[in-house]
């Protein structure tokens, strides 16, 4: 019995995220961060809406870190917060399965490389801010 636990101890403790591992995250989320405010410049936040509003033209799909940004035109975005898909930075495919016409807070995204077909990951989308470019 001792020999099994310390087996699992051992494992356990050498899946742990070192110190340096730690940085690389930070300093990810930080670059992600800094991406996502320049992006953002000029624009100005709205109330958050529970689904992304049902249009005929097509959304340009961003994404940057865990965030998701649906553009449409040039003067509006909507920006969703995720419970992942940072995949999508890198080139990923967003996969919905939908029972309405529009996207909507919690439902569930998954993500697949384009070039293997493989299932990346998923996430689960937040709530839709949308925001417009500032009037001259």
Partial sequence: MR??????????????PTPNDRAIVADQRAASE??????????????PQ?????????????GIGTTLLYRYKADVIFRTDTNGCAGVERGDALIAVQFQPRLCSGQIIQTIDLFSRVPTGGCTLG????YTRKRR
């Fill in 3 to 16: 020999p099994l636990v310390l087996i699992l101890f051992a494992l356990a403790v050498s899946c742990a």
């Fill in 34 to 47: 800094l991406k996502l405010a320049r992006t953002l410049q000029g624009f100005t936040p709205g109330e």
């Fill in 50 to 62: 529970f689904c992304l509003p049902y249009v005929r033209a097509n959304y340009s799909t961003q």
């Fill in 127 to 130: 709530e839709f801010t949308p």
